[in-house]
Each structure stands twice: as C-alpha cells, then as structure tokens.
C-alpha cells in the first residue's frame, strides 16, 4: 500500500512540475550562491530597466554583490567573443537581443540551465535544450500620425503602405530594418517577400537610424508612418498624448532578449539564482513596471494590448545570419551604394 501510494505521489510530481522544475530557487544553489557572492550581468537592455532589475534582485538575496555591464547593439556579442578567445571569463548571465546571442550560441559559450520558471514561458520565447529563455519581449509594430491621415486612411497591413498617399518621403525605415526583413520573407515566401520589397522601395521611402528617431519624425509630422518600431516605444509616446497611433500585423514578428548562463561562469550558481529571480513573476513584473513587455505568460502586461495572448507571433534572430542579411538588404533597398 505505501509503495502504491509513494507511485502515485510520484507521478503527481512529474505531471505537475514537468521537465523544468518546480520554479524557484533551490536552497543548494542559495547556499552556493552565498559562498561566490557575486554576480557580473551583461545586457542590452537601458540602465533604467536593468538596475532596478538588479535592485530588486540584491534586495531579495542581499549576499551578492551584483554587477552590471551595459552594452547596447552588436558591441555586446563582440565583446563577449573576444572575452572568449582571450580566456577571459567575466560575466555569468547576459540578456543581448537574440540576433546578437546567436552568435554567442552558435560559439558554445553557453551553458543548459533548464529553471523551473520556464515552464510559464510560450514555447516561441524559450529553446527546448534551456540555453535560452527570453526575458522581454519587443514586438514590432507600424505608428502612424492620426492628425495628418484621416481613419480610413489609417494603415491596418503592410500592404497598405503601398497606397498612393504613402508614396514620395512619407515612409520612414530604418537603415538596419534587417530582422523586419527577414521575418516578410519568411512569412510570405521569398518571391512574394521580394516582390512586396521593391514595391515599398517605389515608394520612395526616407530610411535613418533609430527607432526612436522614426517615431518623433512621425509624431512631428515629416513623415506619415514608420515601418518599424518597438511596441512598448510606441505605447510610451501615445500613452504621452503624442498625436501618434500603432498597429501590430499579424503573424507579429518578436524580437526578445535572451537570458544565458556562461558556459564557464566565475559565479555558476549566483547566475543561476539570478536567472531564477529574472524569470520568476515578480521578476518579471520589475520590467514591467519600468514600460518593457514581460515574457512571462502570468504576469499582466501594461497595457494588456501590447501582447495579446491569442495573437499569432513569428521570433526573429534566431535563424538568421546577420552577415548575409545586411548585404541583401542593402542591395534590395539600395543603401550603402
């Protein structure tokens, strides 16, 4: 009867806790943690949502001493990998945009670490082998001035930026738009991708640098529409009575940043404490709070329309080479010529 009762119990905790555990940290990697007492964060996320990341995190386990490293764009793969080859082991747990932590992947500088907290997380914002988890999310969405175009006029697909009152300096993108790219062709075919491509490109769009930058030409009224720009971004300047709207088109193309362990950590067990808090619901809701949109699928977002449960999503960075996709790129919309 005990050994029946003992299966049974036992199979009620693989069929409720899964693969990935039962979420939060365990008092053997709290007690490790506690004898390495650091912890070194490489991300790319701004230093007003990391800090207060790492605030909070100190404030729960105040045994480590956390320290982080802010690097925007490719600068942090690069340094990383130079790190690597010089056999300089200096952070633990790093958060790059996902294009950038391939690169990192793909050298084996990362290690599993399959946190019980995964198991709240969408399959599209997590890996099966626990390399990765993302810990925000951004999704790209079209803004639109909704002083200058009337309602029907208001852009609702991609396609309706073809629409004559969009043509001549009116379409604002950026310079680096690669991802955004890449995700239309893979989700419409590579012809029919491409054929779209150079339909766009007739219609003599303004390309510069930065998301932010697209978004406050809008807003001033130099351009009618912008490609490209982070949702949260978006919702920020209308939630600030900006006289500018945005659209998500589905399927919506996500770009996270992802949460890795260092394969050869000078503080394994701090990172995976770490890793744990980021992951974890009140984690998650210090990035929410500080405007970013939480991975977690518990945590509500603010607003909830900036990532609809139901909506249909394609993750971007993981598949594509960076190199290739900047050459074709450039050579469809004829920048850097």
Do not use: C
């Not at 010089?86 to 670490?113: C, F, M, Q």
């Not at 969405?141 to 006029?153: A, G, I, R």
């Not at 991708?193 to 001033?220: H, N, W």
């Amino acid at each position: 009867m005990f050994r029946r009762h003992l299966s049974v119990l036992f199979a009620f905790l693989i069929l409720g806790f899964g693969a990935e555990g039962a979420g939060g940290a365990s008092s053997e990697i709290i007690e490790k943690a506690k004898a390495e007492g650091e912890l070194s964060f490489y991300t790319s996320m701004n230093i007003g949502e990391s800090k207060p990341l790492l605030d909070a995190f100190k404030k729960k386990y105040p045994f480590i001493r956390p320290k982080l490293t802010r690097i925007g764009g490719t600068a942090i793969a690069t340094r990383m990998l130079i790190e690597a080859r010089a056999n300089r082991h200096l952070w633990d747990v790093s958060a790059p945009t996902l294009i950038y932590g391939r690169e990192v992947l793909n050298k084996g500088l990362v290690t599993p670490y399959r946190s019980g907290e995964r198991k709240f997380y969408r399959s599209e914002f997590k890996d099966k082998k626990g390399l990765w988890t993302g810990v925000v999310l951004n999704t790209s969405v079209m803004v639109y001035n909704t002083q200058l175009l009337k309602p029907d006029q208001y852009p609702k697909r991609y396609e309706d930026l073809l629409r004559p009152h969009f043509k001549g300096g009116m379409i604002s993108m950026d310079t680096q738009l690669y991802l955004w790219f890449a995700g239309q062709l893979r989700i419409h075919g590579r012809e029919k991708g491409l054929e779209f491509m150079r339909k766009l490109k007739a219609q003599d769009p303004i390309f510069r640098r930065g998301r932010t930058s697209q978004a406050q030409a809008v807003i001033a009224g130099e351009m009618l529409v912008a490609v490209e720009v982070y949702g949260h971004r978006a919702q920020s300047f209308k939630s600030a009575g900006a006289p500018l709207d945005w659209v998500a088109v589905e399927p919506v193309l996500i770009l996270p940043l992802a949460l890795m362990l260092n394969k050869n950590a000078p503080n394994p067990n701090a990172g995976r404490l770490f890793i744990d808090f980021v992951l974890s619901k009140s984690g998650q809701e210090v990035l929410r709070d500080k405007g970013r949109i939480p991975a977690r699928s518990d945590v509500t977002i603010d607003p909830p329309g900036l990532l609809k449960r139901d909506w249909k999503v394609e993750v971007v960075g993981l598949k594509e080479n960076l190199r290739t996709l900047v050459k074709f790129y450039g050579e469809v919309f004829g920048i850097g010529r």
